[in-house]
């Protein structure tokens, strides 16, 4: 129920063009995933509830297509947001090395400079990998981000994800405005990353 709600989240998911941004969120949101999923114009919007330690919160998901000719009003998907996912494909090198302009992209457009960012190494489900673990984690751990595997496909890492990274939102002061902050819990999960010694970054999955 909608009183129930602590507060509503942006969240916004970015990557390469054919990274499984789309996959993610359908997989998120609906359990469903499309091996032909059609690239996305302009930008895609989601909404979903969610329940992380005890807290119920709202994630209004904006997906974003990754080909530069299809991104228009860039600023506006921006403003605003809490959190930021930024998506790779585990089996294409080149997508991950575009991680450091869309880190760079979000730092120019953010309106908000504790935004909490989590990087997903998607498709790890697929045999032909180009971009190890250790690879991702290191780079994480450079530009301090959350870093978790995931597979659209499988749904392996998805819902953690979205839970790791509102799990950190919540924890943030300022990031977030509470319209009942008798109600919150911070510290719910013995097990998230911050809990268990991984202050900037962690592998979750
Ligand atoms: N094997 C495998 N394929 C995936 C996975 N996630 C997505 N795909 C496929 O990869 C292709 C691209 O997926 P999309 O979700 O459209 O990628 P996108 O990042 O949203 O692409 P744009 O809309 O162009 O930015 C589709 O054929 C998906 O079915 C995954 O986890 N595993």
Not at 23 to 49: C, M, W, Y
Not at 51 to 64: H, Y
Not at 140 to 156: D, G, N, P
Request: with cysteine.
């Amino acid at each position: 129920m909608d009183e129930d709600i602590l507060t509503t989240l942006k969240i916004l998911i970015i990557g390469e063009s054919g990274v499984g941004k789309s996959s993610l969120l359908l997989r998120f949101t609906d359990d469903n995933f499309d091996p032909e999923q059609t690239l996305t114009i302009g930008v895609d919007f989601k909404t979903k509830k969610l329940s992380v330690d005890g807290n119920n919160v709202k994630l209004a998901i904006w997906d974003t297509a990754g080909q530069e000719r299809f991104r228009t009003l860039t600023p506006s998907y921006y403003r605003d947001a809490q959190g930021a996912i930024l998506v790779f494909d585990v089996s294409s090198y080149s997508t991950f090395a575009k991680l450091e302009t869309w880190l760079n992209e979000l730092d120019t457009y953010s309106t908000k400079n504790n935004i909490v960012k989590m990087i997903v190494g998607n498709k790890i489900d697929v045999d032909n990998r180009e971009v190890t673990r250790e690879q991702a984690m290191a780079f994480a751990r450079r530009h301090q981000t959350l870093y978790i595997e995931a597979s659209a496909k499988t749904k392996h890492g998805v819902q953690s994800a979205f839970e790791e990274l509102v799990h950190k939102i919540i924890q943030t002061p300022g990031l977030w405005e509470s319209y009942n902050s008798d109600n919150i819990h911070v510290n719910g999960n013995k097990n998230h990353a911050d809990q268990s010694g991984c202050a900037s970054y962690c592998s979750l999955t």
